[in-house]
């Protein structure tokens, strides 16, 4: 079932966003850590650094997140959500909230029958 659900959330995250799942996990990453550099990102999501890497890079591409030297280390590349991709989280949460909300109605109607 929850599969089920992950497949939903990723198409409807295609369709109304043309992002997929990875991209908007790491979108909410870096708005709720502002702190975060691509080699830990990709820790945290749990994947390997290049999958990151091209991820990051499609969200720069669109303008979506923006990439910055970072003061205090010259190796590293701080990210930032920009307004637009702020403005497509808002959008995308409504999204997915809409894909868990009808699938919970589902739920609820599956127990009532």
């Keep these: 079932m929850m599969d089920l659900l992950s497949k939903a959330i990723a198409h409807r995250l295609e369709l109304a966003c043309s992002i997929t799942p990875l991209q908007y996990r790491i979108l909410l990453r870096i708005l709720a850590d502002k702190t975060l550099r691509a080699k830990h990102l990709a820790q945290i999501l749990g994947v390997s650094a290049p999958t990151a890497s091209v991820a990051i890079s499609k969200l ?46 589902s739920l609820t109607q599956a127990g009532a029958d």
Aim: glycine share 2%; proline share 0%.
């Design 60 to 105: 720069a591409d669109r303008n979506l997140i923006v990439r910055r030297d970072s003061a205090d280390d010259m190796r590293s590349i701080k990210l930032e959500v920009s307004t637009q991709g702020r403005n497509l989280v808002k959008y995308a949460d409504s999204a997915v909230y809409d894909v868990i909300s009808n699938y919970l109605s």
